[in-house]
C-alpha cells in the first residue's frame, strides 16, 4: 500500500552571516511537533517526540527554535487538510532565516497525498506516512547529514502489517493523563472514512505489554489511562477480548481511571458492559459514534448496524452502567441523505439524549467510496451546512438541558491544567464533563471533591465542597 521513494534536490544556500547547520541528531539538534486531529495523532506526536529524543534531539516548544520541524496531520475532513497545508505555507518561512531547517509532514494527510505532497510544497522536505516512525531519524539523517551541504527529499509511505511501535516509548507531554494506543489501523471500510487506506488494517498489540505500559505509566505518577484504537472495542489478541484488557488494565495498581476510545457499536458486548461496572477504575463514560439515524443512510455508509440494533446498544450500556454519559458523532449532508433521512437523526438525538455531540458536514476524501455516488446523490453544499446548524443547534440545547439538571452534584475531579481565568483550574469528573474551580498550577494531577455550582451549556463551574456556599463563580471558562 505504498512504496518509500526519494527524490533529490538542489541543497539550499546559506545566506551569508547564517551559521552552519548542528545536523539533524548531533549535538544541538533541535525538534519541534505540531499535532493535529484526533487522540491516536496526539499519541503519535508524543511517539516521535520519543523517537527523536533517544537520537539526540532537543524537544522545544516554538517552531522558531528547531532545527527540525514535524506537521503531524489529520485527513479525516478537507478542511483540516487545508489548515495543514496553510500552516506549513506558514512554517516554510523559516527557512530564509534558517536554510538548514527541514519541514517534515507526517501522519494520515501524508500517507493520503504522499509524493504529490513534495510536488506542491517545495518547503518539505520529509513526507512520511502512520507506520514509519520507528525510522524518523534514519531519514531526517539521511535528508541532511551533519554540516548542512546535502538536501534529500524523502517519502516514506509503506504501510505494515506488523508494526506497532513495540519498544517504543512516548514522551508523554502531560503528567496527569495518558494515551495508550492498543490498536491501529481498522477493518471496517465505512464508505466515508478514509482511516483504512491511510493507516492500513487492524493491528492489535499484544495485551500483556499494553498492560506493562499502564504499570510504567502509573510508576511516573499518572493515574488516568485512555486505551485508542479506531475501532478499538473491537480488539482481539489470541484469548484476549477487549472487555478482558479493560479489566485488567483496571486492576494496575495506582490507577485510578480507565477511559477507552473509539468504540464501535456493533462491538459493544454484554461482557464489556459488566467490565464497565464491576471494576471501579473504569470510567461512567462511553463514546459511541452513531453518523446517522436513517437506516437507509447507515446501510449506505456501510455501518454495519440498525437505528434499532443501535438503541439496543444504548439500552445494554445504560441498563449496565445507570449514572454513563454518553457522547456520539454524528454526519450531516452525506450522499442520498433526504430531508426524512436527516429528520430520523434528528429524531434519535431527541431519543437517546447524548451528554455531548460531535457534529461534522461530510466531507469527501478522495479514494473513499463515497465519492464514487452518483453525482446527483452529493447533498448541495447550502442544504449541508444548513443540517449541520440544526445538529449543533440540536444537541448542545441537550447537552446544557443535561449538564442545567446536574447542578448540585458532588463529583471528583482530576485537575488537569490551568483554566484560561486567573484562579481558576480545570479538571473532568469520571463521566469526562469539564469543570473549572479555583485553584493554581500546584493543584494539577491532583483529585478534589467539588460541588457543581454553574454551567455554561458545556462546562460547569464548581466549589470545593469545603466552600460550596454559593460565593458566585459563573461566569468563569475554560
Known sequence: MGTATVKTAAPPKAAPGIPAAPGPGGHGSSVYVETYGCQMNIADGELMEGVLEKEGYGVVDAPEDADVIVVNTCAIREHAETRVLGRVGQLSGLKRRRPWLVIAVTGCMAQRMGDDLLAKVPSVDLVMGPDGY??????????????????????????????NYLGLEQRRRSGVTAWIPVQRGCNHRCTFCIVPYVRGPEKNRDPEDVVREVGRVAGDGITEVTLLGQTVNSYRHGDWSFARLVRAVARVPGIRRVRFTSPHPNDVTEELVEVMRAEPAVCEQFHLPVQSGSDRILKRMVRRYTRESFLEK????????????????????????????????????????????????????????????????????????????????????????????????????????????????????????AVVVPGTGKDVGSYRSVRLVDTTGVTFIAEPVAQANGSGLAGADA
Open 134 to 163: 520507528r525510522g524518523l531519524g534514519g531519514a531526517l539523517r539521511s535528508i541532511l547529514p551533519p554540516g548542512g551541504r546535502t538536501n534529500r527529499r524523502l517519502s516514506v509511505l509503506q504501510l505494515s502489517l506488523d508494526e
Open 314 to 433: 444504548v439500552d445494554l450500556i445504560r441498563a449496565g452502567v445507570p449514572d454513563v454519559a454518553l457522547s456520539t458523532d454524528v454526519i450531516a449532508g452525506f450522499p442520498g441523505e433526504t430531508d426524512r433521512d436527516f429528520e430520523e437523526t434528528l429524531s434519535l438525538l431527541a431519543e437517546v439524549r447524548f451528554d455531548e455531540a460531535f457534529t461534522y458536514r461530510y466531507s469527501p476524501r478522495p479514494g473513499t467510496p463515497a465519492t464514487r455516488f452518483r453525482k446527483e446523490d452529493f447533498v448541495p453544499g447550502p442544504v449541508a451546512r444548513r443540517r449541520l446548524e440544526w445538529l449543533i443547534g440540536a444537541t448542545r440545547s441537550v447537552q446544557a438541558e443535561i449538564n442545567r439538571s446536574e447542578l448540585g452534584r458532588v463529583e471528583d475531579i482530576l485537575i488537569e491544567r490551568t483554566a484560561k481565568r486567573p484562579s481558576m483550574v480545570l479538571g473532568r469528573t469520571r463521566r469526562n464533563k
